[in-house]
């Protein structure tokens, strides 16, 4: 069974750092790419970045470009999201989805969501 | 960037009624390269609809996708409580971008 495992609820102070995380299993790991998405309270679905696990290659979204990173370590099949510098703005739900390399931006598996909250 | 415009951005029907959603995007979209996603409440968003009409593993018949170019429409033929949710399309032809939403709401 296909199944993407995120990290638990967050509540970090404006300027704090973070790195959420992304385990799946169910299938092989390098094979599919990870895609991280934003939905801000009561919003839609943002697409931040996504990478290859196979070879770490990334693309991040205009939108995220420098405020975001997107990383992952092969050998334990999980991907991260991190932020050096967190704002308040930065509060929201972040899904991690699953996509074939062949059709990057389709979603076929998603994550639970890890619920992240700035306040100070 | 595709612009894709939902509507309507509600819409509210009795069990059994059958619910029609529009996605038109601001150019076409390659390959019919369209998807549709449910979010329930409290979820996160589930594949439903992807090449424009074709369900997903393990997706009720009842639910169904059309369209080319520009336009594009999902049905609930017989709506279900259990379908209240949020419905986004998405397209993935050209980098990818998704609406933003119509909510299903159950009478």
């Known amino acids: 069974e296909v199944q993407l495992v995120q990290s638990g609820a967050e509540v970090k102070k404006p300027g704090e750092s973070l790195r959420i995380s992304c385990k799946v299993s169910?299938?092989?790991?390098?094979?599919?790419?990870i895609t991280w998405v934003r939905q801000m309270p009561g919003k839609g679905l943002e697409w931040m970045a996504r990478?290859?696990?196979?070879?770490?290659?990334?693309h991040y979204s205009p939108s995220f470009q420098g405020h975001v990173t997107i990383s992952t370590d092969k050998s334990i099949d999980t991907a991260y999201l991190q932020w050096n510098s967190l704002k308040a703005s930065d509060t929201a739900m972040y899904y991690c989805?699953?996509?074939?390399?062949?059709?990057?931006?389709?979603?076929?598996?998603w994550g639970q969501g890890t619920l992240v909250t700035v306040s100070s | 960037e595709i612009v894709l415009t939902q509507s309507p951005g509600t819409l509210s029907l009795s069990p059994g009624e059958r619910a029609t959603l529009s996605c038109r995007a601001s150019?076409?979209?390659?390959?019919?390269?369209l998807a549709w996603y449910q979010q329930k409440p409290g979820q996160a968003p589930r594949l439903l609809i992807y090449?424009?009409?074709s369900r997903a593993t393990g997706i009720p018949d009842r639910f169904s996708g059309s369209g080319s170019g520009t336009d594009f429409t999902l049905t609930i033929s017989r709506l279900e409580p259990e379908d209240l949710a949020v419905y986004y399309c998405q397209q993935y032809g050209s980098s990818q971008t998704f609406g933003h939403g119509t909510k299903v709401e159950i009478k």
């Open positions: 090449g424009a009409s």
């Open positions: 990478i290859d696990p196979s070879d770490s290659y990334t």
């Open positions: 989805a699953r996509s074939d390399e062949t059709l990057i931006g389709l979603f076929d598996y």
């Open positions: 169910g299938y092989s790991f390098t094979n599919y790419w």
């Open positions: 150019q076409s979209v390659s390959g019919s390269h």
